[in-house]
């Protein structure tokens, strides 16, 4: 894919394993400095966030390429790495050890029944503090939806995180989630049996306690709802992070026509005229 220019911001594929190192050490500043994240030895000694996936997966970054900002520390060859996000074909996860969602979700189910579309996994998405503007975030979302239509993308997938653990200060955004955006019972799916839940009870919600539920939800999830997904129906708490994760599921038959004459038709949807 061709890289993708907005301002002073490059987005484009990490090429070279020095790229993505760039990347985990933009994902520990973030997820560890800033959210303060729990390290292992491993991300304590080598200040990157690290896990398997990362050698199998793209990786996404946008660039900083005006003056000298001072406000990332990570630099990579054409500037200031501001922003990353983690894609994982489902082709290449099959060949390999499975999708990160696996580890928390059993979406091996879901796989089987929907063996004829396509699932791309998205995931580590970060943005640097001082950095979170429109332009980047639509950069990330210009190289994901690229991506999808390059590769015939039929679903998007992945864990999606509020920050805390604590059940009552989550009942609110996790009862909007099973009210509202609850998946049909063909694309449902269970948390792995593994894991420590907070399963999400749909009930009745005022206008007020709904404005104030969205609130709540981090912006990556609040963007996901807007155009069509679906939010699985069990929470799992996440203590090395902080956070509590569901599972996001976005076919892209869901996807509202409004946000394609932004971002460009998927193949197979017709252009308006």
């Known amino acids: 894919m061709n890289a993708l220019k907005k301002s002073n911001f490059v987005a484009r594929l990490a090429t070279n394993k020095a790229e993505i190192e760039a990347a985990q050490r933009l994902r520990f500043d973030v997820f560890y400095q800033e959210l303060s994240a729990k390290p292992n030895k491993r991300v304590s000694l080598t200040g990157r966030d690290i ?85 980047v975030l639509e950069l990330l979302w210009q190289e994901i939806w690229n991506y999808v239509r390059e590769h015939n993308v039929d679903v998007l997938m992945g864990c999606a995180s509020i920050v805390g653990t604590d059940p009552k200060k989550l009942k609110l955004p996790l009862s909007y989630l099973a009210t509202n955006h609850q998946p049909p019972s063909d694309w449902m799916v269970s948390a792995q049996p593994t894991q420590e839940l907070l399963r999400i009870t749909a009930q009745n919600l005022t206008a007020q306690d709904s404005r104030k539920a969205r609130l709540m939800l981090p912006p990556l999830i609040r963007s996901y709802l807007r155009i069509g997904a679906y939010i699985g129906d069990e929470a799992v708490v996440d203590y090395q992070f902080g956070t509590t994760d569901v599972l996001v599921l976005l076919p892209i038959s869901n996807i509202k026509p409004n946000y394609f004459d932004r971002f460009g038709y998927p193949p197979q949807s017709p252009a308006k005229q």
């Not at 199998?56 to 005006?66: A, F, K, S």
């Open 51 to 135: 896990d398997k996936f990362d050698e199998i997966c793209e990786h996404i970054l946008v660039v900083y390429t005006g003056p000298s900002s001072m406000l990332s520390s990570v630099q990579v060859i054409d500037g200031e790495l501001v922003g990353t996000y983690r894609l994982l074909p489902q082709q290449v996860a099959q060949q390999n050890f499975g999708f990160y969602s696996q580890t928390e979700f059993d979406v091996a189910p879901l796989l089987a029944a929907k063996e004829n579309l396509s699932f791309l996994e998205l995931g580590r998405s970060c943005v640097a503090e001082q950095f979170r503007t429109k332009p």
